[in-house]
């Protein structure tokens, strides 16, 4: 069987103010029928530029250089005109915003038969039906109506399942996912990448999966590419690369993602420093200056990919890095299969799950001069990496029910109305945001609030900094209520509670330098000039800057150290409270685990209480001692990071762990899922009863009589067993997910 | 960077990374020296390198001068500004002054553009005239773009009935004949001589904010939902405070561009009201009232008509092409910078790799590795 898509020696230069940019430098995969391949890496290391290379979309100024095969048919030198009778129906993309990809002005079943017509001769009656025969195969209910709808009447997840039924349309011989998944809600996130598979399943074509989420890679991946710096630095079967990975960088990357299904106190492996830059890349390895076990070669050499040898029989370093059991087993006896083999290249790959893959056997290979070394030692993470020491915070041994309140909410309520009509606005109704919700965070706790977006968790935080009188309900944070503060009072109450955003571009004002946004809320509180000067160099140090960053403004700095920069400006005023708005969901995978360090090294150092929000559930067991799971406004479970993960007692928290895919694919195949249908309701018109009974898969399970109480009855909290653990379901039972 | 990758790398002697063969626990020392050093690199990284990354101020100056006709356009009304300036000092003919002996003369080399019929030096008269068009245009551009700043973003940033009164009051003053305040003001006030040139100043920067305040409110409401604002408002900052420390440096760039170009715009509307006799009032002169002036003897007398009019296409012609210059310089997504192309230079052949990376494909590995044994 031959290669559908053969890329060799791909490079791609584009030209900028600052001198050429090589996005891609020798790219070669080949991919068949039926496989699909992840293509992992940083943003900026060159996932998009290739896609883009090979769907010959690239601006004239660009230089594309190097092979791209379709069937045995050169792409690459093709005309514009040429490309695109290809684009569309022989290859087909799905792009990552599915709201930006589809026009806004035409319906989308017009859309799907717009690209059947373009390719094929037939009468538009035929390209309707068959585009409603599509929308129907992507799970779009009552497709023949909905096909005239326009893009802007579907959600998020049914739109890219539209994108999915238009990438379908012409049975395409390749699909690229460019990040099909990353602005999707976790649970849609799950049914998107189940309808990719079930895409191609369909049309037998090869995808190429672009992601920088690691898990998805594992669930739904046959090979991997780890890309850095515009090369290709690992390649091989998703089961090698995730269990025995060769290349520090991927090791690397492997090891700093935090796991949904471990408990962990400890600090994760940091993967120092940033991506180089591409049009100034220095000699020799692009990841040299990262990497902590790089030689002086390394520095002056660019090494080629080459076969990872074969492993020892047995790994003579203990894997002591919290790999789990179930691997430790597989190494075990990948290398004992592996090593009566020459070479592992031809060596079968174990397959021990349930997915019908059709991996054939690749070789694995590396881009490092030490990858002999690496493999016979069986170097992993934390072997190569430096893990930090946490400060052991005092108030540790205190019971937290004996610890201060340092943010208490009860029965909040938040409404927004819902107005109709141009020139009179009637009210017609409101949306619950917040419906009832009680929280408490302790000194030196964190409380994760984890939810789909539109769940409330956005609305909690703003009514808690607002610092003002809810309409129901009560906040009070360190003690003060905030429905009896004076004007004053809250001023001063404002030190005490900042707050770090999500998007580290936005949350930095780019025009101002880093001393003067650190210094910021210090002068609005009047601090004296010498006393500024002296807390924003001792901040800078804190978070891990250098004080020569002060003069500095933050175009220069990467995301990771912008967020530092912003975690900086709220520590400026000593607060007790930090509220965290997805703190690291924009950072790269690699930058992240600094990031979420720093969190808790700061959080033992000084005692702050944090409120995190994050749709990242990996990243809240990490860090968070409290989960509060959020469903339309009303907490559903709320618990002990542990007890709520490991045994999660709600349909819908149980949904939600297992829609987060883990970075472990012999894990990943064998876990237990719950799998939730459809979006979230219209929240101005919740379900009667329990809210979540529209989309429970507890519920259908349930006779009628069973069922008549969840419509009826609205679950109250109750405990859920266990010391701290509550939960609102009638009929609350443990399933575990991991 | 690479000095400080130099720098570290002579201390970590091959010799010591040799003997790291006895697994993790050696492993783990190495690394911890190396990851210092790998700190320390990856600080020098993100910093602004000499050769690497360009602050954004030397950026748009790039962008700027390769824009060949902002360039001229630049050196054009740095030419006539320090004509206007200097001129007068150092002609002999000041423009009120009247040469009796010589009454409509054609340029000679005691008046170099000629004379009026009332023997008034045509050439002190265009500079002062330029210098007039010049202060009035400046002024108009930036005291309207104040204006519009002010308002903008107050009623953005305010919102609810601050904003519905400051839009009320734009409305209101866009269908405000213009002609009939302009011609109210610098005719009806006794606004005789000298005065009449700033009245007019004044009314044409009152009357030509509106617009420019709806797009900086528009401007300002995307910016409210940057997380800084936020921030600035959860750390307790004024709304003052945060209007001038956050929104307005944020909308620098399009109030620079409406200056720049706003300034051809005033000369514009400031000469041709002049021309029409509406602006700037006699003794004093303007470009617009000397070619007003000129224009009845124009085919027999050019030189009044002539001169005047040249300088003024040229100045309107600069300030143009300086306001699209800055304004492609700051647009990042504008091509008219130069289209960037690369040349064979740029290839890199030490990047490239030499040899073919072998895809993913068994089968070619397979006979790869037979041939292997076979050697």
């Known amino acids: 069987m031959s290669d559908v898509l053969n890329v060799r020696n791909l490079s791609v230069t584009f030209p900028s103010e600052d001198g050429p940019v090589r996005a891609v430098r020798g790219l070669s995969f080949g991919l068949r029928k039926g496989e699909t391949m992840g293509l992992v890496g940083e943003s900026g290391s060159g996932k998009s530029v290739t896609s883009l290379a090979v769907m010959g979309l690239h601006a004239p100024s660009a230089r594309v250089r190097g092979s791209v095969t379709l069937e045995d048919e050169e792409l690459i030198g093709k005309t514009d005109a ?32 717009e690209t059947i017509l373009i390719h094929n001769k037939v009468s538009k009656r035929e390209a309707w039906d068959r585009a409603v025969a599509l929308l129907d195969d992507v799970g779009i209910p009552d497709a023949a109506e909905r096909a005239k709808a326009y893009p802007f009447e579907f959600s998020g997840g049914m739109r890219q399942r539209v994108m999915i039924a238009m990438a379908m349309a012409n049975q395409p011989d390749l699909i690229i996912a460019d990040e099909p998944t990353t602005a999707l809600d976790v649970t849609i996130q799950a049914q998107v990448m189940d309808l990719l598979a079930q895409a191609q399943h369909d049309t037998g074509a090869a995808m190429i999966l672009i992601t920088h989420d690691l898990g998805v890679v594992a669930g739904s991946c046959d090979f991997v590419t780890v890309m850095y710096a515009g090369r290709a630095v690992e390649q091989g079967t998703v089961d090698e690369i995730f269990s025995h990975a060769a290349m520090p960088y991927t090791i690397g990357l492997l090891g700093t993602v ?7 106190t400890d600090a994760l492996p940091v993967l120092e420093g940033n991506p180089p ?3 100034a890349l220095p000699p020799g390895c692009p990841f040299a200056a990262r990497c902590p076990i790089a030689l002086p070669i390394c520095h002056t050499t660019e090494p080629q990919l080459q076969d990872v040898p074969a492993r020892p029989i047995k790994p003579m370093a203990a894997p002591d890095h ?15 299969a592996n090593a009566p083999a020459p070479a592992p290249a031809g060596a079968p790959v174990t397959n021990s799950g349930d997915r019908p893959t059709t991996t054939r056997a690749i070789p694995h290979r590396a881009a490092c001069h030490r990858v002999a070394e690496i493999v016979e030692h069986g170097w992993g993470h934390a072997d190569i990496f430096e893990v930090p020491d946490l400060p052991i915070p005092e108030y540790s041994a205190t019971p937290r029910l004996e610890r201060d309140a340092a943010l208490e909410i009860t029965q909040l309520e938040k409404t927004f109305p819902l107005l109709k009509g141009a020139l009179y606005r009637r009210h017609v109704g409101e949306v619950h945001a917040v419906d009832k919700i009680d929280l408490d965070i302790r000194e030196g706790e964190t409380l994760g609030l984890v939810g789909e ?11 808690v900094l607002d610092l003002v009188k809810p309409q129901a309900g009560s906040i009070s944070v360190l003690g003060h209520d905030t429905a009896t503060l004076t004007k004053k009072e809250r001023k001063e109450l404002r030190q005490h509670i900042q707050v770090v955003f999500q998007d580290p571009m936005a949350a930095v004002d780019p025009r101002l330098p880093v001393f003067d946004i650190i210094a910021e809320p210090m002068e609005v509180f009047g601090y004296g000039k010498e006393k500024i000067e002296r807390r924003v160099m001792e901040l800078l140090k804190l978070v891990g800057l250098d004080e020569s960053h002060a003069n500095r403004y933050p175009q220069h700095f990467s995301g990771g150290q912008r967020q530092r920069i912003g975690i900086a400006r709220a520590l400026a005023l000593g607060p007790k409270v930090l509220v965290l708005d997805e703190p690291v969901s924009a950072l790269d995978v690699s930058i992240q685990a600094g990031v979420i360090n720093l969190l808790q090294e700061l959080q033992g150092k000084f005692g702050l209480s944090y409120l995190l929000v994050a749709h990242d559930l990996a990243v809240i067991r990490h860090i968070a001692d409290r989960v509060a799971v959020m469903y339309l406004g009303q907490i559903v479970e709320i618990g002990d990071v542990t007890e709520v993960y490991e045994r999660p007692q709600h349909p819908y928290t149980q949904a939600l762990i297992s829609a987060i895919p883990i970075p472990d694919p012999a894990v990943e195949r064998a876990r237990n899922r719950v799998v939730l249908q459809g979006d979230l309701p219209n929240p101005a018109n919740p379900p009667s009863g329990c809210k979540f009974r529209t989309r429970c898969p507890l519920f259908t399970t349930l006779t009628t009589d069973e069922q008549k109480r969840c419509v009826d009855e609205q679950p109250a909290m109750r405990s859920g067993g266990g010391d701290d653990h509550r939960v609102a379901c009638h009929y609350a039972r443990v399933v575990e997910v991991l | 960077m690479s000095e400080n990758t130099t720098g570290t790398t002579p201390g970590r002697d091959p010799n ?12 783990a020392t190495a690394t911890s020296s190396a990851t210092d050093a790998t700190t320390a690199g990856a600080a020098d990284a993100t910093a602004p390198k000499k050769s690497g990354r360009l602050t954004r101020g030397q950026l748009t100056w790039r962008r700027f001068l390769r824009n060949k006709t902002a360039v001229v356009g630049a050196i054009g009304i740095l030419i006539l500004v320090f004509m206007a300036v200097v001129g007068p000092h150092l002609s002999y003919w000041k423009y009120l002054d009247i040469d009796t002996a010589n009454f409509l003369q054609p340029p000679s080399s005691n008046h170099l553009f000629g004379t009026t019929q009332a023997g008034r030096d045509v050439l002190a008269m265009t500079l002062h005239g330029l210098s007039r068009s010049l202060l009035i245009g400046f002024f108009v551009a930036i005291v309207s773009a104040l204006i519009a700043t002010l308002v903008g973003t107050t009623a953005a ?9 400051l839009l009320w009051l734009i409305d209101l003053l866009l269908i405000v004949p213009f002609f009939l305040i302009v011609a109210v003001v610098t005719k009806g006030f006794d606004a005789s001589g000298n005065a009449a040139w700033v009245m007019l100043a004044f009314v044409l920067a009152i009357l030509g904010w509106m617009v420019t305040a709806r797009v900086v409110r528009s401007m300002t409401q995307s910016l409210l939902n940057k997380e800084y604002i936020l921030a600035a408002r959860y750390m307790g900052m004024s709304s003052g405070g945060i209007i001038v420390r956050h929104i307005v440096p944020n909308i620098s760039s399009l109030l620079i561009i409406n200056i720049a170009l706003g300034v051809g715009g005033a000369i514009l509307s400031e000469t041709g009201l002049s021309f029409l006799g509406l602006g700037v009032q006699p003794p004093d002169v303007s470009l617009g009232s000397l070619i007003s002036q000129g224009s009845r003897m124009a085919t027999t007398f050019p030189w009044i008509f002539g001169f005047p009019a040249i300088i003024l296409v040229i100045l309107v012609l600069c300030v143009n092409a300086v306001g699209d210059g800055i304004r492609d310089a700051l647009d990042p997504t504008s091509a008219s910078g130069g289209v960037l192309t690369l040349t064979d230079e740029d290839e890199d052949e030490s990047l490239v790799p030499t040899e073919v990376a072998i895809p993913l494909d068994a089968e070619d590995a397979r006979e790869r590795d037979i041939r292997k044994a076979q050697a």
């Not at chain 1, 040429?82 to 319906?107: H, N, W």
């Not at chain 1, 977006?453 to 009514?463: A, D, F, N, P």
């Not at chain 2, 305010?158 to 519905?164: I, K, L, Q």
Request: no cysteine.
């Open chain 1, 82 to 113: 040429e490309m695109s009778k290809i684009r569309g129906k022989r290859i087909a993309m799905v792009f990552q915003d599915p709201l930006s990809a589809l026009t806004p002005v035409y319906g989308v079943g017009q859309q799907i038969a």
């Open chain 1, 258 to 264: 935090p796991r949904l299904d471990q408990d962990s």
């Open chain 1, 277 to 279: 830059q591409m049009n």
């Open chain 1, 322 to 336: 919290g790999y789990s059991r179930a691997e430790v087993e597989a190494s075990e006896t990948n290398g004992a």
């Open chain 1, 453 to 463: 977006s539109g769940s409330g968790k956005s609305t909690t935080l703003l009514q």
């Open chain 2, 16 to 27: 010591k990374d040799a003997t790291i063969v006895t697994g993790s626990a050696s492993a």
């Open chain 2, 157 to 165: 940033y305010f919102g609810g009935w601050v904003e519905r009164i």
